[in-house]
Each structure stands twice: as C-alpha cells, then as structure tokens.
C-alpha cells in the first residue's frame, strides 16, 4: 500500500540538545516506491562547550537600537543596533522590517551575541548586511533601561522588543557568536572581534522528520542525511567564497563534533580573513565585580607571523590619590639570551614612567607593576594614544625593542568611574596649644 513521505533535514548546532527521530526499521520492503526526499536545512543552533546539557533555547534573536555614552561604540560613536538572542524562523524578515523603520540613512555599528539558530536566516541577513556595507563586533549590550532586572528577565525582554531606543553599555569580555552567528557576521563588510570576545564552530548536526504511516527504510533515511549535509556544504562554501573568507573556516567546523565547540584562536581569525588586524585592543573598561579596576585586554601577533600573544592592562586604587597600574604578557622563555628587560609607558610628561623589576611570574605570565599618583594617571587619560615601550639588552651587547601604540579610549570616563569609588582620604586629627588659661570662679 503506497505511503506518503515528507522528510526535513535539518542542521543542528545548538547549545540546547538535540534530539532526533529515532531510526527504526521500516515496513516490507516490497513496499510501493518512496516520494523522492528534498532535505531542506531549516535550523542551525551552536552546541555547548565539551559536553551535553539539558539547557532551553534562549529568546528569539531581538533588534534594537542602543545609546550609550559618548565614543561608547568608538570614536564620535554613541548609538549602535544590538543583534541578542536566537536566531530564530523568521529573523531575516524582522531584520528587514527593522532596518527600515530605524535606520533609514543610519550608518550604524551592528553588534552581535547570540548562541546560532537557522542558518538560512543568519545567512539572509548576512547578505543585507553586505548590501549595507555594515561593520559588526562580537558585544554584549547591556541595557541600563532594566535597571536591577537581570537581562534575560521579562521585563527586560519586554523592553528590548518594544522598538525603543534604548540606554546601554557595550561588553565585550566573554561575548559569544558562535555556530551560526559567525557566517551572519562574515556579510559584514567590516568585521571586529575583541581580544576578549569569542566566535565558535563545529559541525551539524542533520535530524530527519517524516510524516506518513509507515516509517522510511534506513537506506532512505541515509541518503536524505547525506544530501542535506551536502546542501549545506555548498550553500557555504558559496556564501563563504562570495564574502571573501577562506574556505579553510568549513574544514575546521567539519571537524568539531556538533555536542562540542571550538574557539577559533587569533591566529584562524586573522587568517581566514574574519578579522585582519595584526593588533587588536579593546577600550579602558571599568568594572566593579569585587575589587574596582580599569580593565584593557589586546592581542598582537608576534615578529614571526605566524604566533600571537595576549596582553593585558588593569588600573586599580591602592590608596587615597594612589594608583596601580599592571602589565600582564607571557613570561619571557628562560633559554632566551635577553637580559635585563625595561618595561615603560609614555604619560605625556618629559620621560616615560619605569614599570618596577622583576616582575612577577605566574602560570607562564609576567605581571609588571608601577604605582602612579593620581595626577599622573589624569595627564595619561588625557591622552589619544599611550607608547607601551619593551626593551632587552642582550649578553652579546645587541639591544631589541617593541613599541605598541595604545588606544586611550575610555580611559578618561573609566577613571572618573573608578575615583568614585576609590578610598577617601582620612581627615587627619588637629590639635591646638593653648595657652595658660586662669579659671574663673
């Protein structure tokens, strides 16, 4: 007796476990033929870290536009459109309908966190955002609107769907874009991603849905899976080829285990063409998560191209109108020939600050430490660009050196976030001698 069929194949990278169909064994095989099986990739979902968690899809994916501080999105930059949340069945379309009722002539920086969804969706509005010309970042918005509720609360949800302009900040540390979240961002013409952001890959996961009496034989179910992941091979390997990115990106996915993620490292960023940049700096941040500090974290790659190190800068009060500046790179190798190694920033006064030596070594870093005072610190915040300078005299004489141009955007408004909270200075007890006093009855 004939049957009828319908199969869906479906590419799943999700931190939400999957769950497939159970294959079973199908009917007589003397059976009438099958209908032909069209896979369709319909989701792509990015698979949590290193293991399997019974975990809930996040909310579908929102638009909004943001306003934050002045330069809070770069220089002369205040307003941005924040990309959060799942990218779910209808997204391009709201996408759409989104860029024409608010932005308009509107050049905005578009920042991105989400988990992944469909791929076909992120992969729509990666072609408008080529269309465009649009520059996206991995961040975090944190919308200052929700006051005390937490981001992920309804109210704040609510808020973040309204079509409000809304208050925020941008975070950087620990935002994700992850499975299909990365090929949305490739359409950017511009692309960005923090030292401190993470972009994850791996592959899909291809779940079949039928409907119809009987179940389909486990050849069919085969062949079905296998033209869908086929599809999708081709759909972004154009797509990928068409934004300029190397197709060494695919291969890598290819290889992750849909349960698992991987981290694309700096090195595979910059070298399939993601992110360019040979060095990469985020702004002074300030962060009040136990002890107040400044926080700037940067990248560089390394004189042989092929290695990168992670850099990292925190301001922090020690006392009243005393300040601790730290410098954290890798821990220099002991069978280097370099010795005596000097560590200076210029502040814009007549010579550079001297970090203290030695340093302190933990875990393969090297923490340099320089006690500043607080008028000291206010003349570096002033400043456009601070020169980091490293230098080693070696035994045989030869000197080397390396100078890194450091951004000082947000350190004045950081610094004026962290004074507030820094210790006040204790009234000191005055005393007065009088003279002999006659007491009179």
């Excluded at 290695?307 to 922090?316: G, H």
Aim: proline share 7%; glycine share 8%; with cysteine.
């Amino acid at each position: 007796m004939p049957f009828r069929l319908l199969a869906i194949a479906a590419l799943l990278l999700s931190t939400a476990p999957a769950v497939a169909l159970p294959v079973t064994q199908a009917g007589p095989t003397h059976a009438a033929p099958l209908r032909k099986i069209t896979p369709a990739i319909t989701r792509i979902r990015p698979a949590e870290p290193m293991s399997r968690r019974t975990t809930t899809e996040g909310p579908p994916v929102m638009f909004y536009v943001a306003k934050g501080a002045p330069d809070a999105c770069g220089p002369g930059c205040d307003r941005w459109i924040a990309v959060d949340g799942q990218i779910n069945g209808d997204a391009a379309v709201r996408f759409k309908k989104f860029i024409v009722q608010h932005l308009k002539d509107r050049h905005l920086p578009i920042y991105l966190s989400s988990p992944g969804g469909n791929l076909e969706q992120a992969l729509f509005i990666g072609n408008m955002l080529r269309e465009m010309r649009a520059t996206a970042r991995v961040a975090r918005t944190i919308v200052t609107n929700c006051g005390f509720e937490a981001q992920s609360s309804d109210i704040c949800l609510k808020l973040k769907r309204s079509g409000r302009e809304l208050t925020g900040t941008l975070a950087t540390r620990g935002a994700q874009c992850n499975s299909a979240c990365p090929y949305m961002m490739l359409g950017a013409v511009t692309r960005e991603v923090a030292p401190d952001a993470i972009l994850g890959v791996h592959s899909p996961k291809v779940i079949l849905r039928h409907n119809g009496d009987v179940q389909p034989t486990r050849e069919v179910i085969v062949q079905a899976a296998q033209r869908a992941v086929l599809r999708g091979d081709r759909l972004l390997s154009d797509y990928i080829f068409k934004m300029g990115v190397e197709g060494e990106l695919l291969d890598v996915a290819r290889h992750i285990r849909h349960q698992d993620m991987h981290v694309l490292t700096r090195d595979q960023i910059f070298r399939f063409g993601i992110d360019r940049r040979e060095f990469v700096e985020t702004p002074w941040m300030f962060e009040n998560l136990g002890r107040p500090l400044i926080r700037k974290s940067a990248v560089a790659r390394n004189d042989d191209g092929k290695t990168w190190r992670a850099l990292q800068w925190r301001l922090f009060c020690v006392s009243p109108g005393q300040f601790q500046l730290e410098f954290h790179r890798p821990a220099v190798p002991t069978t280097t020939t370099a010795v005596l190694p000097v560590v200076s920033i210029a502040s814009g006064a007549t010579k550079p600050f001297i970090f203290a030596f030695p340093p302190a070594k933990a875990a393969g870093s090297e923490v340099w430490g320089l006690r500043l005072p607080q008028s000291s610190i206010q003349t570096m915040a002033g400043l456009i660009e601070l020169d980091l300078a490293e230098t080693a005299n070696a035994l045989d004489g030869r000197r080397s050196s390396h100078l890194e141009k450091l951004s000082g955007e947000g350190l004045a408004q950081s610094l004026d976030q962290l004074a507030a909270v820094c210790p006040v200075p204790k009234p000191q007890a005055t005393f007065r001698q009088d003279g002999p006093q006659n007491a009179s009855n």
